[in-house]
C-alpha cells in the first residue's frame, strides 16, 4: 500500500511537476507562484516518500511527521540550518531559507491523504514511481539558495532587500546591521514595490548604471552625473565565474536603490544581485555586504574581489596544454628524423590541443537538465585530446631516442615547455590577484608571452640542434679521415 501511495498517479505528477518547477519555472518566472508551488507538489510527495522508512499501517504518523518537520523548518532559523546541512549531504551545497509564509501550503498534506485512500496503480508504476520521487524529492535542496538580492525600498523605519531565494532582509539602523526575515521578532510588511533605477534625496540624487555594479551621483537636480562607487568590468568579471553552472542568474549588476534621510546625513543601498548589496553610510563611504549562512548581510559575508589562483583553473588547464605543445614541437625541432615526418606528429597533437582547448562548458550550459549532454560530449572531447596529444609526445620522445638526439636538446625543450606554460598562466593568475585587472590584458598579456617565448625558443632550439648536429658530423668525419 505504501508503496502503491507513493506510485499512484497523481504522485507522480506531483514530482513531476517539482522537477520542472523547481529546474525550469523558477529561472523563467520567479515570484510567489513558482515559490509556492514547490511547497506544495514537495508536500504531496514528501509523505508518501517519508511512509517507506515506517513500518506498515504507519501512513497517519509519516503525514503527521512531514507537516511537523515542514513547520519547523519554514519558522525556525535552527530547522532551516539542519534542513540545509541535510540537503548538502544528499544533493551537494544546498541553503533552506526559513519563511512563514509557506505554511500556506500544509492543505496539501491532505491531498496526499486522499490520494492514499484511492485505488493502487498497476505494478510496473514503482518502477518508475519510487526512483521519480527520490530524484524529485533530492533535486529540490540546492534551489533554495544561495539569495539574490533584486529589490531594496523602504518601509517606515526599516530598509527591506528582497529577492529570490530569499525571505528578505531587513535593517533598521540604517544599514549598519542586517537580519534576515524569518518570522522572529518584529517585521515589516512584505509586499514589494517595483525597483527603482534612480531616488533623490535633499542634497543629492542617485541612480544605478544598468548591466554594470556602478552607481551615479548628480548634485545639481539630475543634470550632470559622476560616479559614486562602481566594480570595475575586469573584478565584476571575476565575481561573476563563482557563480558558473548552477542554473541561476550569474551576472552580478546593480538592480534597484533606495536612499534614507537620517539625522546625521543619509544612507544609500544598492541591489546588487548575486553579489548582495552594497551600503552608502552616513559617512560617505561604501561598503559591500554579501548573504551569510543565516540568511542575513553583512560586510564579512561579502566574497573578496581578489583570490590568487581562484577562478582561473581553465586557464591553467590552456597552459598545461600550452607546455605540452611546445614540448611537441621543441622535440619535433631537436631531433632530425622527425622533422621529415613532424607534420604527422603535429598533425595529432594540434587536434588534441583543439579538443582540449573548450574547458568552460558549464559556461555555456547549466544544470537544469538532468543529463548534461553538452558538458558530456565536452568531457569527452577532453579525453580525446588528451589521448591524441599524449601519442603524439609519445611518438616524438620515442624517436628523439632512436635518433639519439643530444641531451642537451631535450633539455632545451623541457625548458622552453615550463617556460610558455608559465608565460600563459601567469597573467591570468595575476588577474585572479587583481593585477592586470582587465581579462582582456590578461588575455593579451598570455598571448603575447606564450606566443613571444614559444616562436624565440623554437627558433634558438633549431639553431643548437642544427650546430650540434653539424659538430657531430664533424668530428665524425674527422675521426674516419685520420691516418692510422
Request: charged fraction near 15%; include cysteine; aromatic fraction near 6%.
Amino acid at each position: 500500500m505504501r508503496r502503491a501511495w507513493l506510485c499512484h498517479p497523481a504522485t507522480l505528477a506531483a514530482a513531476l511537476v517539482l522537477l520542472i518547477n523547481d529546474h525550469v519555472l523558477k529561472a523563467a518566472w520567479p515570484g510567489l507562484v513558482t515559490g509556492k508551488l514547490s511547497d506544495v507538489a514537495g508536500l504531496v510527495v514528501a509523505a508518501p516518500l517519508v511512509s517507506l522508512l515506517f513500518a506498515r499501517r504507519a501512513d497517519l504518523a509519516a503525514t503527521v511527521l512531514t507537516g511537523v518537520v515542514f513547520t519547523l523548518v519554514k519558522t525556525t532559523g535552527a530547522g532551516a540550518e539542519l534542513a540545509s546541512a541535510a540537503w548538502t549531504l544528499v544533493a551537494g551545497p544546498s541553503r533552506v531559507l526559513a519563511d512563514p509564509t509557506d505554511l500556506l501550503a500544509l492543505p496539501a498534506l491532505g491531498l496526499a491523504w486522499w490520494i492514499r485512500k484511492h485505488e493502487a496503480p498497476r505494478r510496473w508504476s514503482a518502477v518508475v514511481g519510487v526512483p521519480l520521487a527520490v530524484l524529485a524529492v533530492g533535486a529540490t535542496g540546492p534551489a533554495g539558495g544561495p539569495p539574490v538580492a533584486e529589490n531594496v525600498h523602504l518601509d517606515g523605519g526599516h530598509i527591506v532587500v528582497t529577492g529570490r531565494w530569499s525571505a528578505g532582509t531587513v535593517s533598521s539602523d540604517g544599514g549598519r546591521t542586517w537580519r534576515a526575515l524569518t518570522g522572529n521578532g518584529p517585521a515589516p510588511t512584505p509586499q514589494s514595490p517595483a525597483p527603482r533605477t534612480s531616488v533623490c534625496g535633499a542634497e543629492f540624487c542617485y541612480r544605478i548604471v544598468p548591466g554594470r555594479l556602478k552607481v551615479e551621483r548628480s548634485a545639481d537636480g539630475e543634470r550632470t552625473w559622476t560616479s559614486a562607487w562602481e566594480l570595475s568590468p575586469g573584478r565584476t568579471e571575476w565575481l561573476k565565474r563563482g557563480h558558473i553552472g548552477d542554473g541561476r542568474p550569474r551576472d552580478p549588476r546593480s538592480l534597484a536603490i533606495a536612499l534614507q534621510e537620517r539625522p546625521d546625513g543619509h544612507v544609500v543601498v544598492v541591489a546588487n544581485g548575486r553579489d548582495g548589496i552594497v551600503v552608502r553610510d552616513t559617512g560617505g563611504a561604501w561598503r559591500r555586504h554579501g548573504y551569510g549562512a543565516d540568511g542575513g548581510l553583512s560586510t564579512g559575508a561579502a566574497v573578496p574581489l581578489t583570490r590568487p589562483g581562484e577562478r582561473v583553473d581553465g586557464e591553467m588547464r590552456v597552459a598545461v596544454v600550452a607546455g605540452l605543445w611546445m614540448l611537441l614541437a621543441g622535440l619535433v625541432a631537436v631531433t632530425p628524423a622527425v622533422v621529415r615526418s613532424g607534420r604527422v606528429t603535429l598533425g595529432y597533437g594540434l587536434i588534441g590541443v583543439l579538443l582540449l582547448l573548450p574547458w568552460r562548458y558549464e559556461e555555456f550550459f547549466g544544470y537544469y537538465s538532468l543529463i548534461n549532454l553538452p558538458g558530456v560530449v565536452g568531457a569527452a572531447a577532453g579525453v580525446s585530446g588528451a589521448v591524441l596529444l599524449l601519442i603524439a609526445l609519445a611518438g616524438a620522445a620515442l624517436a628523439a631516442w632512436r635518433e639519439d638526439a643530444a641531451g642537451d636538446s631535450v633539455r632545451e625543450a623541457l625548458c622552453l615547455a615550463v617556460l610558455v606554460a608559465a608565460g600563459v598562466a601567469l597573467p591570468f593568475r595575476g588577474w585572479s590577484a587583481g593585477w592586470p585587472d582587465g581579462y582582456t590584458a590578461a588575455l593579451a598579456l598570455a598571448g603575447l608571452f606564450g606566443l613571444g617565448i614559444g616562436t624565440a625558443g623554437l627558433v634558438i632550439l633549431r639553431r643548437n640542434a642544427v650546430r650540434r648536429s653539424a659538430a657531430i658530423g664533424y668530428l665524425a668525419g674527422s675521426s674516419t679521415s685520420s691516418p692510422r
